[in-house]
């Protein structure tokens, strides 16, 4: 009897170690008291072996089969013998087929052949026969090769899924390192808040943490300064990281793109996917240079929209000067 | 002293689970790989010994005369309770094995030459297979060819040829290709060896 779907998704979870352990204890008990659905288990277990195998699991699936299922090693020997069986039938289908369509061309041939030979023409017959061996030759030789194309293709299929696990993985670490830089920011921001609520008349530049400077910027210009004269950042020996601030009026964009570069210069940093905060003016955008991407000179802060296909637009930018003492 | 397992409770255990021998023999089969599996899904790191202890305790209770309405259930509750067992003082390395990443540890196991274990792993296959007699050899091909599209029809087919319900027949592929990866396990850890 074939096991209901439901009772599949069911020893799927089981094999997957997703089932709670009242489900659990339940179905080991049926299944020690019913050959019947000890043998549905082993069904669905080989069913779930040879999917993974063949690279049809869902990645969701996938990820668990190969969380959970592939720690124990027996039932990683399990999967290795799939794998060598399934090659195995592989081989002898193809090679089936390869018989039959071979056998196929051949007895067509042959009778070809034979007509020619019995034919008044002999010479002519004996030139097809030669032509028709050598048909066969070369057409069951096409039907290896392409046998062993489509195998290779499969193996591109499955080493780009392996990629595109990878790709998914990545984007999961710059996602958690993003969110780390976010944190970073927003502890700096705090302690300076605290820091100037204690010493009301700590310098900005880094009279408190001479490691960090900061500086807050809106579209061409310091905010509160004169937008004839730059803004000016001053960078001692011992500061390691720049804090920017970016104000901006208006945000079209759930994500933006910063550079930053020496006027006349190539870029020496950027951040991608930044979120806007939402401020009183409008939105800031916080983020933090290592120190030593600044040389003396002008610089000019870029701020881009990232749209739907990943392109980015200009939204704002500023100028300031970088001295260093 | 620690209880042993002696041929008469043996015996015994043949006994009753089918007056036939014959019979017995097969039923006592089945449940050994019914423990076996169900060691290795609640990820058990030695399946057999485990398999063991359970008929051991089982044979036992028998041998002393007790007397068991659900014989699958029992063995179930027996089973639990020495996986349950097994997981004492074993926690230290169960939390170690789930912290540890199984697609690395598949990866260490492959690092050597994974071509030529996968190649020897075939000849292995190969091998076995030649040891299964013909029938058995068309019939687990067949039942396993991956055409999904007419594979009900196709196993229906076989079913009708060999004259066996479809159940039937699934079970005998199943058995066949446990009997079959046993048998490259062993050929394949031998072939490792030398």
Redesign the interface.
């Known amino acids: 009897m074939e096991p209901t779907s439901n009772s599949k998704r069911m020893i799927r979870r089981y094999l997957l170690g997703e089932l709670p352990e009242a489900e659990r204890a339940a179905l080991e008990e049926k299944y020690f008291t019913d050959q019947v659905v000890f043998e549905q288990v082993v069904q669905t277990e080989n069913e779930l072996v040879d999917s993974y195998v063949r690279g049809r699991l869902a990645p969701r699936e996938r990820a668990q089969f190969e969380r959970h299922y592939l720690a124990h090693p027996e039932r990683r020997e399990r999967m290795r013998f799939a794998k060598s069986f399934l090659t195995k039938l592989d081989q002898t289908e193809t090679a089936k087929a390869v018989a039959g369509e071979s056998s196929t061309i051949a007895k067509s041939w042959l009778r070809r052949l034979f007509a020619s030979i019995s034919s008044p023409g002999f010479s002519l017959g004996f030139s097809m026969a030669l032509a028709a061996v050598l048909l066969i030759l070369g057409g069951s030789w096409l039907l290896f090769e392409n046998h062993r194309l489509r195998r290779r293709l499969a193996e591109t299929g499955e080493t780009q899924a392996s990629y595109a696990r990878r790709e998914r993985e990545l984007e999961r670490q710059i996602a958690d390192e993003r969110k780390r830089a976010d944190q970073l920011a927003d502890e700096v921001e705090r302690m300076r808040a605290q820091s100037q609520t204690a010493s009301p008349g700590a310098n900005r530049s880094g009279n408190v943490f001479p490691e960090l400077v900061a500086m807050d910027l809106t579209s061409n210009g310091i905010r509160g300064g004169n937008a004839e004269k730059p803004p000016t950042l001053i960078i001692r020996r011992e500061t390691k990281r720049v804090r920017l601030r970016f104000n901006v009026e208006a945000h079209d964009y759930s994500r933006y793109r910063m550079g930053l570069r020496p006027v006349g210069g190539k870029e020496v940093w950027s951040r991608q996917g930044l979120a806007p905060k939402p401020s009183p003016e409008g939105a800031s955008f916080v983020v933090i240079v290592p120190a030593e991407k600044f040389a003396a000179g002008d610089y000019i802060l870029t701020l881009g929209g990232e749209n739907d296909t990943g392109a980015v637009v200009d939204v704002s930018k500023s100028f300031f000067r970088v001295i260093k003492k | 002293m620690a209880w042993v397992l002696t041929e008469e409770a043996f015996s015994k255990l043949l006994e009753f689970l089918d007056p036939d021998r014959e019979r017995a023999g097969e039923k006592y089969e089945?449940l050994r790989r019914?423990l076996v599996?169900?060691f290795?899904?609640r990820?058990t790191?030695a399946?057999e010994e485990h398999v063991d202890e359970t008929l051991n305790r089982v044979a036992r209770r028998l041998d002393e005369g007790q007397v068991i309405s659900?014989f699958?259930?029992y063995?179930?509750g027996v089973?639990?309770l020495v996986f349950m067992e097994s997981l004492k003082g074993r926690e230290r390395e169960i939390i170690s094995?789930?912290d540890?990443?199984?697609?690395a540890?598949?990866a260490a196991?492959d690092a050597g030459d994974a071509a030529a274990e996968?190649e020897r792993?075939?000849e292995?296959?190969?091998e076995c297979?030649r040891k299964l007699p013909n029938e058995s050899q068309e019939l687990i091909?067949e039942y396993?060819?991956?055409e999904r599209r007419d594979k009900i029809d196709r196993r229906k087919a076989l079913a009708e040829r060999l004259g066996i319900p479809r159940?039937a027949l699934?079970?005998r592929a199943?058995r066949l290709?446990?009997k079959?990866?046993q048998c490259?396990?062993s050929c394949f850890t031998k072939k490792k060896a030398t």
């Open positions: 089945d019914t599996r169900f290795e899904w990820g790191p399946p659900n699958g259930g063995c179930y089973a639990r094995l789930e540890a990443d199984p697609r540890l598949v196991e996968e792993r075939l292995c296959l190969e297979l091909m396993y060819q991956d159940l699934g079970n199943q290709r446990d079959l990866a490259v396990k």
